[in-house]
């Protein structure tokens, strides 16, 4: 196996007081009652790997109940290296090192990916577009270092372009602030529309693999300054919305102008990468309005196997899948066409309360850990 996760070990993190896993290959399947710590494990696997956690927290809420910090580390093995990673969490505060040195969060960026998928995200379709931002972000934080600095540095000046526009700062000034803005919301803009078109073109051939090739899907990347889509939530898929760097700058600059006014009055801002949106469509409808439970399940299935494919093709690694709980979400075929994804020699942690949703060959060749529940 290339590289993997060999060992983990958490100390004060969320549930657990300690937690150790060792001898770590192939498929790990972490069966537990509810409560019992299967998610916590799951996300600490995330934030060692993809140095994120689909849950969004505060670093505050990492740490167990009443202590001070929380420490997590890995053991990432292959034939030819041997890496030990490790993450400390204050309240505000997480400290990242490689081989007992101190490490800038994106310079783990590709050591190790990971691609996880929950039962959250099956509100990808239908749930709110900042979810939808999270998401894309995760991925391309771990597929470009400069995906994560430029989102880090856009968000920093949005905080503070908010704050300005809370004290009523002068008209000027804010021009001023929207000129530094505004290079770093094109970035960001031109690596999210580049990463959901790649995305779009794997779902699509995924989507037509799970359901059966009827349906045409299409994933869309609508920038905030199309006000119109923006406003309709794009009820119909607008069709050849993409933008080259030129034509995407000259839109942004405009729309900042447009709406200052409209900053003003709301007092926050409404242009840029924050408040774009990402829709999905099957045959040119939108699939947050118009899908059915099963077309949103496959449409969410599709997206983590595209994530998994561009992973996969960019960093030249196949990612950790990271699977909590999603077993007993899915139907017999998702179900299949999830486990022909994991039996391509991906590693593999998935948990479930329950080890009937796997075959038994399956789970006679996979490690089968169970979690207790209660205080570790
Ligand atoms: N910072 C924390 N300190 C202590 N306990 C925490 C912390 N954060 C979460 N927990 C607790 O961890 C417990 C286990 O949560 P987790 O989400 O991992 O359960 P699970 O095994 O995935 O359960 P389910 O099957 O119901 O989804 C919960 O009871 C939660 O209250």
């Known amino acids: 196996m290339g590289l993997h996760i060999d060992t983990v070990r958490f100390e004060d ?23 019992a710590g299967k998610t916590n494990a799951i996300e600490g696997m995330q934030l060692l790997t993809a140095c994120g956690s689909f849950r969004n927290p ?7 109940w009443g202590k001070q910090r929380a420490r997590l580390r890995a053991r990432f093995v292959s034939d030819t290296r041997d890496l030990s990673i490790s993450l400390e969490v204050r309240p505000g505060v997480r400290s990242y090192a490689v081989n007992g040195k101190k490490k800038a969060v994106q310079d783990l960026q590709g050591i190790l990916p990971s691609v996880t ?5 099956l509100f990808l379709v ?9 998401a894309l972000d995760l991925v391309g934080c771990q597929l470009s270092r400069n995906h994560r600095v430029i989102k880090r540095d856009y968000e920093k000046l949005v905080k503070h372009k908010n704050a300005l526009l809370r004290d009523e700062a002068p008209a000027l000034l804010l021009e001023s602030v929207n000129d530094m803005l505004a290079p770093t919301a094109l970035q960001l803009f031109l690596y999210r529309q580049a990463l959901v078109s790649n995305l779009a073109k794997r779902m699509a051939s995924a989507y037509e693999a799970i359901a059966g090739g009827a349906e ?3 994933a869309v990347y609508v920038p905030s300054w199309e006000e119109e889509h923006v406003k309709q939530a794009s009820r119909v898929q607008p069709l050849g919305l993409h933008y080259d760097r030129e034509s995407a700058e000259v839109s942004l600059r405009r729309a900042m102008q447009r709406r200052g006014t409209e900053e003003r009055a709301r007092r926050r801002s409404v242009v840029g990468p924050h408040a774009d ?21 496959s449409l969410v299935l599709a997206w983590k196997i595209a994530e998994v494919g561009i992973v996969e093709e960019m960093l030249g690694v196949p990612p950790v899948l990271l699977l909590d709980d999603v077993m007993s979400e899915l139907d017999a075929s998702r179900r299949a066409a999830l486990m022909a994804l994991v039996s391509k020699g991906s590693q593999v942690f998935v948990t479930t309360t329950d080890t009937s949703f796997f075959e038994e060959a399956a789970l006679g060749a996979a490690s089968v850990v169970e979690l207790k529940g209660g205080l570790r």
Do not use: C, W
């Open 58 to 64: 505060r670093s505050a809420d990492l740490i167990r």
């Open 13 to 35: 993190f969320r549930s657990y007081a300690s937690f150790e896993l060792d001898n770590l290959a192939g498929t790990t399947v972490l069966v537990g009652p509810n409560a």
């Open 277 to 297: 949106h990402v829709e999905f469509f099957i045959d040119g409808r939108n699939a947050s309005m118009f899908a059915s439970q099963g077309q949103q399940r």
């Open 117 to 121: 998928f929950s039962p959250d995200d």
């Open 216 to 218: 045409h899907i299409e």
């Open 126 to 134: 239908k749930g709110t577009q900042s979810a939808r931002r999270a």
